[in-house]
């Protein structure tokens, strides 16, 4: 929440707060069914004049922001358009219209399909990651002396730890995922009934196409070109999803292949690290530890290049936490393959948990965080926190709540609010290592 903050995201809402899951008879005690459930009755408490508001959701324990809420805006509209390209591409307009296919709702993706084995179609009916074939070089995609295991895979399998959406699409979807879930309620994994929507999203539209084929697909499946195999037709022992006639199975699914909105780590941990760009050795000492070739050229992004924004709050409300500071002086988690810097910093995986207490100080903001919170919950929350152009339309966002001294919650006890002293109480020394002491809200 505080690396939220200090980016200038909206005042978040916790969700599910001091709700206790203690029902023996599911694992974990319900609380994976929770992850679902409790979104989705906020989201049914928001009224249909919202429906185009855009909602993120993230896990509430192991992510890390990074970067401005402009940038991760902006991002997701690009990554929208380039799947609304590439599946014109793949199915054709024909099929897109006749299956009201679109794209509206942007997942986490990873290395590894988890939990389900790979002759799930949770596995083997999603697309190919449009990353480059050998972006791992000549072991891309095989399981080959590989530590960790999966670790020269490309992502192309959901993580539901980000997903990023507008408010009438995620409803659906929520919806969607708490049937598939009350139909395994055992299975005590949220992440489970995602990925077996989205697979099940898939194999529709390869019967969209199928039935809706263009001139092209035609010329295509008469010569042989194109993949040898068929998604409707699986190689033995591979699972089809069985599609009942009358139920909705598109909601507009792409995933986040190159980790533009936050970069899962894991299997993918050897793929990053945090570097500085303006310092060559910093860059160097990764690609050593990650024993990358120089044929890894790493380049800031060129959306922070081209930022007129500073490390610091969005609205302006104070200057740069160092001066003339800019994202090339800043410490920034990195995909050293991509040159990707995520807006967010995923450390799933048990084998990365240590980083959210052992990394946390090589956040650019963590040295600066208290003087930034103050910054944050002193300023105006009634400007844009970003603009973007959608459609040949200059767009503002805005965040809902104004008041930036509180947090959202909504739980056990419906809507409220929880004060950012109440929420640091105790943990200042591990947050702040300034040797500040208590936080006091400013005055």
């Known amino acids: 929440m505080l690396s939220a903050a200090i980016n200038g995201l909206p005042i978040p809402t916790i969700i599910n707060w001091q709700v206790d899951y203690d029902n023996p ?8 069914l929770g992850k679902i459930t409790g979104p989705l009755d906020w989201m049914n408490q928001q009224g249909r004049e919202r429906d185009n508001d855009l909602v993120l959701i993230v896990d509430g324990y192991d992510i890390w922001f990074q970067l401005p809420a402009s940038v991760l805006i902006k ?5 929208i358009r380039q799947a609304r390209k590439r599946i014109q591409t793949e199915i054709g307009s024909k099929a897109m219209r006749a299956g009201d296919i679109g794209q509206h709702i942007v997942v986490s993706a990873q290395k590894s399909c988890w939990p389900l084995g790979r002759h799930s179609p949770a596995c083997w009916v999603v697309p190919e990651s449009p990353l480059p074939h050998d972006i791992y070089g000549k072991y891309t995609d095989q399981r080959v002396n590989q530590v960790p295991a999966n670790g020269k895979f490309r992502s192309r399998y959901l993580n539901s730890g980000v997903m990023m959406g507008d408010l009438k699409h995620m409803r659906l ?11 395994d309620p ?9 990925a077996v929507v989205f697979g099940e999203q898939e194999y529709r539209r390869a019967e969209d196409r199928e039935d809706h ?20 037709d699986p190689p033995p022992k591979f699972e089809k999803p069985v599609l009942r006639e009358g139920v909705n199975y598109e909601f507009g699914i792409t995933l986040d292949y190159e980790a533009q909105l936050g970069h899962a780590m894991h299997n993918g941990e050897r793929d990053g690290a945090w570097i500085t760009f303006n310092s060559t050795r910093s860059i160097q000492i990764a690609r050593n530890k990650l024993k990358l070739s120089a044929k890894n050229e790493v380049s800031l992004p060129s959306d922070l290049e081209v ?5 610091s709050l969005n ?7 160092l001066g003339q500071t800019t994202w090339n002086d800043a410490s920034l988690y990195t995909d050293l393959y991509t040159s990707v810097v995520p807006a967010m910093v995923h450390m799933n995986g048990f084998e990365n948990k240590h980083l959210t207490r052992d990394a946390w100080d090589r956040n650019w903001f963590q040295p600066h965080a208290r003087s930034l919170l103050n910054s944050y919950v002193e300023s105006d929350g009634d400007g844009p926190i970003a603009m973007s152009v959608e459609g040949g339309r200059n767009i503002e966002w805005f965040g809902v709540e104004k008041d930036r001294s509180v947090i959202r919650t909504f739980g056990r006890n419906g809507d409220g609010t929880v004060g950012w002293k109440e929420m640091l109480d105790g943990y200042e020394d591990e947050i702040f290592r300034d040797g500040g002491g ?6």
């Open 173 to 183: 979807l929520f919806e969607r995922v708490k049937v598939k879930m009350a139909e």
């Open 75 to 79: 991002r997701y509209w690009k990554v």
């Open 213 to 232: 084929r263009g001139r092209w697909q035609e010329i295509e499946k008469w010569f042989g070109w194109g993949s040898k195999t068929s998604t409707l």
């Open 186 to 194: 055992k299975s005590g994994s949220d992440q489970r009934a995602f």
């Open 25 to 32: 008879k599911l694992i974990d005690g319900g609380s994976h």
């Open 438 to 443: 208590k936080w006091e809200m400013p005055t």
């Open 315 to 321: 609205d302006g409300s104070r200057e740069s936490y």
């Open 307 to 311: 930022l007129d924004q500073k490390p």
